[in-house]
């Protein structure tokens, strides 16, 4: 068997048998080989069980996952066959395609039809588009990208029931038996005795069950779901580490996409006059306002080596005006959240790093590179005799105090006031700003 079966799973890019006959005659050399190795040769043993016991998939899935890593290779540029020879983006995409999916070419003759390409491209576009978006092919064979193929009924619902079991880390032992059809557990269940269950019942319970079982670990950041293949702009889940799962704004479209929006106002809905602890760990919501907070940017800062900072801000007056940070850094709580920005680029002039000539000297006093963050139950500025948070209504990396006070408050239009929501160099020094969204990325 260990000789026949890798012949017959690395030639599936030339032959896979599509005729129900000749994918029956391979499966019964596994068939006859689980009765082999499991040394059970009468009549009345379930072969299905066996290759179900021994945890063997089908030859036909088998097939499938080495056409389906063959064509990951390829699409990847991993092996010598020119992707764009043999695959072409589809002209419209229906809503059930993913990124990663091409246009089936039409065939005529059976031969074609279940050739390897449109063979294989169909079952591509059929993957979960986290699948087919993989970074690399190990990580691509790990997922399932086959559904279990069953012999019987029986094998079908133990598959499930061990599934479900697994899933929810009981350590359950299922155990269904071939001749009256009873299910046994071990250890015992301790709620059900006799477990009994419809085939449709299990239906329902199973595929709710499965479904979070997804072997896909939730993204880190919108950078890492832009590179699985989402390129829509809107609200995602990730999991920036074991103990900070946010609800965040991923802006898809801005300079290639995969920013990660920390803050974000626009009308003045949330508070963020706030102390320390209410900064740290973050406030508002994806559907008002909100700050990510300062241990959540911290962390997501903390995956990469480098990142860059992106601030979008808009005037009363519909002016929209950016700055991008091509490096930025946010230190830990022990250094207590202190910024670092460097490599300024942009139209809305730099109020992060803020210098001014007149004022002489290297670095500006209004400048917040390398400040600590401030609250108002919090002085780290750099003011001797001023606690800036307090006084400038805001928690941010105040100095002596600020050219910038984006988490200041939000006052009405054209409101010129060192309190308000506003970055000095986009135009009218303290002028209130109406739209401030900051986000990052990381890049390496
Ligand atoms: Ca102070």
């Known amino acids: 068997m260990s000789l026949v079966r890798p012949q017959l799973e690395y030639s599936s890019t030339v032959w896979d048998p599509y005729q129900q006959g000749h ?12 009765r082999y190795v499991m ?10 069980e066996m290759i179900q016991h021994l945890g063997w998939k089908s030859l036909k899935s088998r097939r499938k996952e080495a056409r389906l ?29 993913h990124h990663h999916a091409f246009a089936v070419p039409s065939a005529t003759k059976d031969s074609r ?18 699948i087919a978006a993989s970074k690399s092919l190990e990580i691509f064979k790990s997922q399932d990208q086959v559904e279990p193929v069953f012999s019987d009924h029986l094998s079908y619902v133990t598959y499930f029931l061990s599934a479900l079991a697994k899933s929810h880390k009981t350590g359950l032992t299922v155990r269904i038996n071939d001749l009256d059809n009873s299910v046994t557990t071990s250890p015992p269940s301790p709620t059900t005795s006799p477990l009994s269950i419809t085939t449709s019942q299990l239906f329902v319970t199973t595929t709710q069950s499965l479904a979070p079982t997804s072997t896909v670990p939730p993204p880190k950041d919108c950078k890492e779901l832009y590179d699985r293949g989402q390129s829509s702009t809107g609200v995602y889940e990730i999991e920036i580490s074991d103990s900070i799962t946010k609800s965040v704004i ?16 626009h009308d003045g809905t949330v508070d963020f006059y706030r102390t320390w602890s209410q900064y740290k760990n973050g406030f508002g919501s994806v559907e008002t306002e909100y700050w990510i907070g300062n241990e959540a940017i911290y962390k997501l800062v ?13 005037d009363w007056s519909s002016n929209i005006k950016y700055a991008l940070y091509n490096q930025f850094i946010l230190y830990s709580e022990v250094q207590d959240y202190r910024i670092y920005v460097s490599g300024y680029s942009g139209t809305s002039g730099d109020c992060i790093d803020y210098y001014d000539a007149s004022f002489g000297g290297s670095k500006d006093k209004f400048s917040h590179n390398n400040m600590k963050f401030s609250t108002w139950d919090e002085d780290n500025d750099s ?15 105040y100095s002596e105090c600020m050219a910038s006070n984006l988490n200041g408050l939000y006052l009405a ?10 970055c000095k160099t986009f135009g009218n020094d303290y002028q209130s700003l109406k739209r401030v969204k900051m986000m990052i990325k990381g890049v390496s």
């Not at 005659?25 to 006859?32: G, S």
């Not at 040394?39 to 299905?48: A, D, E, L, Q, T």
């Not at 039809?113 to 979960?128: A, G, H, K, M, Q």
Request: charged share 25%; glycine share 6%; hydrophobic share 30%.
């Open 302 to 314: 903390s995956l990469y080596t480098s990142t860059k900072l992106y601030i979008e801000m808009e």
């Open 39 to 48: 040394g059970k040769y009468r009549n009345r043993s379930s072969v299905g």
């Open 69 to 97: 890593s063959m064509m990951y290779k390829i699409v990847n540029n991993k092996v010598a066959i020119d992707p764009d020879e043999y695959f072409v983006k589809p002209s419209r995409r229906s809503r059930h395609m």
């Open 413 to 422: 239009s054209g409101t010129v006031d060192s309190t308000s929501m506003s």
């Open 23 to 34: 994918i029956d005659m391979l499966e019964k050399v596994q068939r006859r080989v689980a």
């Open 383 to 397: 003011h001797p005799s001023v606690n800036c948070g307090e006084t400038m209504k805001g928690g941010w990396w």
């Open 113 to 130: 039809e279940w050739s390897y390409f449109l063979n294989t491209i169909r079952d591509w576009n059929s993957l979960p588009p986290d």
């Open 250 to 265: 991923c802006d898809m479209t801005t300079q290639d996409g995969g920013w990660t929006v920390i803050q974000n106002r």
